[in-house]
């Protein structure tokens, strides 16, 4: 019976056995859903849990990815600063020597122009004391050309008696 038309009635209502049976096919019915329903709650539950442990173990491994990733940027950005902190020490050092080279080549050109200077000075010098000695011995050969002056006649004889015997 599965139905309550099917149930007979007696003098006083529905016959007891029929009612008995009804109830009796009514929670077996019941009892038959509730079964299958749980299956599929427990199905459902044991999908629900493997999607679980695979969300966490997937969350688990994001956050492990996470973590170094941050950890890989802090280890950049620790690398770059100390990189940048080595250039710009080797960028000072080099700035420094090459000032210390530029000025030993001022100071050596320096040197070189005051060599120059001095070199200049003694040649200007001894030109002057050439030119002044030069002067001298000028005036003192036209002095002694004018004090050996022979008249133009001797000179034309002496001419030819050095050259007529050689003697001077």
């Known amino acids: ?77 620790t690398f770059a600063a100390e990189l940048q902190a080595k250039a710009a020490a080797e960028d000072k050092q080099m700035r420094e020597e090459n000032a210390a080279r530029n000025n030993a080549e001022r100071e050596r050109i320096n040197r070189f122009g005051e060599g120059i200077d001095v070199i200049r000075d003694d040649i200007q010098g001894l030109l002057r004391k050439l030119d002044a000695d030069l002067e001298k011995q000028s005036k003192k050969m036209e002095q002694m050309l004018t004090e050996n002056e022979i008249p133009k006649e001797q000179d034309a004889n002496c001419g030819k008696t050095e050259a007529g015997d050689g003697q001077s």
């Open 1 to 77: 019976m599965s139905t309550l038309k099917e149930l007979k009635s007696s003098f006083f209502g529905f016959n007891k056995a029929g009612v008995c049976a009804y109830i009796a096919n009514m929670n077996e019915e019941f009892s038959q859903k509730m079964i299958e329903k749980d299956a599929a709650h427990a199905e459902e539950v044991r999908a629900l849990r493997q999607r679980v442990e695979a969300l966490e173990a997937e969350n688990l491994e994001l956050v492990k990815m996470q973590k170094h990733i941050s950890d890989t940027l802090i280890d950049a950005k």
